[in-house]
């Protein structure tokens, strides 16, 4: 089995070289494949002096899922790894990813770690019964595919600036298509730091326009999706209200918050049912890996 690991990243380039310290360290016989972004921090000049990565892809959009499609166009492996740039893996990972490739999983997920005092925190699978099919959630940030089911699935939905690894998630399960999960496949985040940016605000209307696209666009306008969507609404708008209630956000931000998620799943709902109608396979993809060629801006590529 020969692996590739795909790489993306933007304006991390601290963190995205302790990644590639740990694949040097656990996953050496890997073929290593990095995705800028268009990155200001010197990320470039830091992987062309590595004699540890295979590829460098260059791309302009500031796209996780335009950027993991690029890194999967130029992998040459038969099983395609995808791992977060602020991941380290852990001594296990590559064993276990080969183990259970070697064992018929045609893809296989595990769990994204974070350092707490006194240990490590570890979540457990996530799955779901939707409508008519059976989905467990992979890890975008922590996932291997068989090559052959990624050029099926063809990538990842580039319309998606959030949720590309949960619109997957739906569109394996309505190809019958198991993602395995195996805990021994842990890869451990790392915090980001101040030179980092810190982390970022969330954005309530692209939460909601992802999620009512991918939902709109994998299952249809049927009374489940509608359920679902304003299900994860309410949640975020008491828990929400509750920080309003503590002081930590004003009454003013929580309704502008408020129209951001209304706004957001219109539009996701109005995107998904259009998507919908342009790909009617189980596939489910107009944007993906084989709607464009023009994703790169620059390659090295040091492969003999």
Same mark, same amino acid.
């Given at each position: 089995?020969?692996?590739?690991?795909?790489?993306?990243?933007?304006?991390?380039?601290?963190?995205?070289?302790?990644?590639?310290?740990?694949?040097?360290?656990? *996953?050496?016989?890997?073929?290593?494949?990095?995705?800028?972004?268009?990155?200001?921090?010197?990320?470039?000049?830091?992987?062309?002096? @590595?004699?540890?990565?295979?590829?460098?892809?260059?791309?302009?959009?500031?796209?996780?899922?335009?950027?993991?499609?690029?890194?999967?166009?130029?992998?040459?492996?038969?099983?395609?790894?995808?791992?977060?740039?602020?991941?380290?893996?852990?001594?296990?990972?590559?064993?276990?990813?080969?183990?259970?490739?070697?064992?018929?999983?045609?893809?296989?997920?595990? !769990?994204?770690?974070?350092?707490?005092?006194?240990?490590?925190?570890?979540?457990?699978?996530?799955?779901?019964?939707?409508?008519?099919?059976?989905?467990?959630?992979?890890?975008?940030?922590?996932?291997?595919?068989?090559?052959?089911?990624?050029?099926?699935?063809?990538?990842?939905?580039?319309?998606?600036?959030?949720?590309?690894?949960?619109? *997957?998630?739906?569109?394996?399960?309505?190809?019958?298509?198991?993602?395995?999960?195996?805990?021994?496949?842990?890869?451990? @985040?790392?915090? !980001?730091?101040?030179?980092?940016?810190?982390?970022?605000?969330?954005?309530?209307?692209?939460?909601?326009?992802?999620?009512?696209?991918?939902?709109?666009?994998?299952?249809?306008?049927? !009374?489940?999706?509608?359920?679902?969507?304003?299900?994860?609404?309410?949640?975020?708008?008491?828990?929400?209200?509750?920080?309003?209630?503590?002081?930590?956000?004003?009454?003013?931000?929580?309704?502008?918050?408020?129209?951001?998620?209304?706004?957001?799943?219109?539009?996701? *709902?109005?995107?998904?049912?259009?998507? @919908?109608?342009?790909?009617?396979?189980?596939?489910?993809? !107009?944007?993906?890996?084989? *709607?464009?060629?023009?994703?790169?801006?620059?390659?090295?590529?040091?492969?003999?």
């Amino acid at each position: 089995m020969e692996l590739s690991v795909v790489v993306p990243t933007l304006n991390g380039r601290d963190r995205l070289a302790a990644s590639l310290d740990s694949l040097a360290a656990h *996953a050496s016989d890997a073929e290593v494949v990095v995705v800028n972004g268009p990155s200001a921090d010197g990320t470039t000049g830091m992987v062309r002096d @590595r004699d540890d990565v295979d590829v460098l892809v260059e791309i302009s959009a500031r796209n996780v899922n335009v950027a993991r499609n690029a890194g999967i166009e130029v992998a040459d492996g038969d099983v395609v790894a995808m791992l977060g740039y602020d991941h380290l893996i852990e001594a296990d990972w590559q064993t276990t990813v080969r183990d259970a490739v070697s064992t018929g999983a045609d893809v296989v997920t595990g !769990p994204l770690r974070r350092t707490v005092k006194g240990g490590a925190t570890s979540a457990e699978a996530e799955r779901r019964n939707i409508a008519d099919r059976s989905v467990t959630y992979l890890n975008g940030r922590n996932v291997a595919f068989r090559a052959d089911v990624l050029e099926d699935l063809d990538g990842f939905d580039e319309y998606l600036e959030t949720g590309g690894s949960r619109d *997957a998630s739906h569109r394996l399960g309505g190809m019958n298509v198991e993602v395995v999960w195996r805990p021994e496949m842990g890869v451990r @985040r790392q915090e !980001p730091t101040a030179a980092d940016g810190g982390r970022e605000a969330r954005d309530w209307g692209w939460k909601y326009r992802a999620l009512a696209y991918r939902l709109t666009k994998n299952y249809g306008p049927r !009374p489940t999706v509608v359920r679902r969507t304003l299900s994860h609404a309410a949640s975020d708008a008491r828990r929400t209200l509750t920080e309003v209630v503590r002081g930590e956000a004003t009454p003013s931000g929580w309704v502008g918050n408020g129209r951001d998620v209304v706004g957001g799943m219109a539009t996701g *709902a109005s995107d998904g049912i259009v998507a @919908r109608a342009k790909d009617r396979s189980d596939t489910r993809n !107009p944007n993906g890996l084989t *709607a464009r060629a023009d994703r790169a801006v620059a390659k090295y590529d040091w492969r003999e």
